[in-house]
C-alpha cells in the first residue's frame, strides 16, 4: 500500500520559514517526478513545485526564489523549503508523486498558516 505523508506544516509569521517534509512508504521516490501543490480556501488547488525523476525543478511564478523544492539524501523523502512566507501562502500543502505511467499518489496534506 502506497502512503505519502506529509509534515511541517504550522502557525508562521509573514516572514518567516518553515520546511515541509514527505515520506513516502510503499514507493521509492527516485522513480517517480515529484511536487507540492497547495489548495488555499475556495480556491482550486495550484503547483507550487516539481523536480523531474531525472531533475529539473520548476515553479509556480509566485514563490520563485522564496520555496526550493529537495529530495533528501539516503530518505525516501522530499522536502520544500519555504523562506519569506506571505499571507498568501496559507494553504494546505499536498505532497504529489507521479510515475511514467499510471496514476499519481497523493498525499492528506498539511496545513500551512501565514499570520500575524
Known amino acids: 500500500q502506497v502512503q505519502l505523508v506529509e509534515s511541517g506544516g504550522g502557525l508562521v509569521q509573514p516572514g518567516g520559514s518553515l520546511r515541509l517534509s514527505c515520506a513516502a512508504s510503499?514507493?521509492?521516490?527516485?522513480?517517480?517526478?515529484v511536487a507540492w501543490y497547495r489548495q488555499a480556501p475556495g480556491k482550486q488547488r495550484e503547483l507550487v513545485a516539481r523536480?523531474?525523476?531525472?531533475?529539473?525543478?520548476n515553479y509556480a511564478d509566485s514563490v520563485k526564489g522564496r520555496f526550493t523544492i529537495s529530495r533528501v539524501n539516503g530518505e525516501n523523502t522530499v522536502a520544500l523549503q519555504m523562506n519569506s512566507l506571505k499571507a498568501e501562502d496559507t494553504a494546505v500543502y499536498y505532497c504529489?508523486?507521479?510515475?511514467?505511467?499510471?496514476?499519481?499518489?497523493w498525499g492528506q496534506g498539511t496545513q500551512v498558516t501565514v499570520s500575524s
Open positions: 510503499g514507493i521509492i521516490f527516485s522513480d517517480y517526478a
Open positions: 504529489k508523486a507521479e510515475p511514467s505511467y499510471g496514476s499519481a499518489y
Open positions: 523536480e523531474g525523476r531525472y531533475g529539473g525543478t
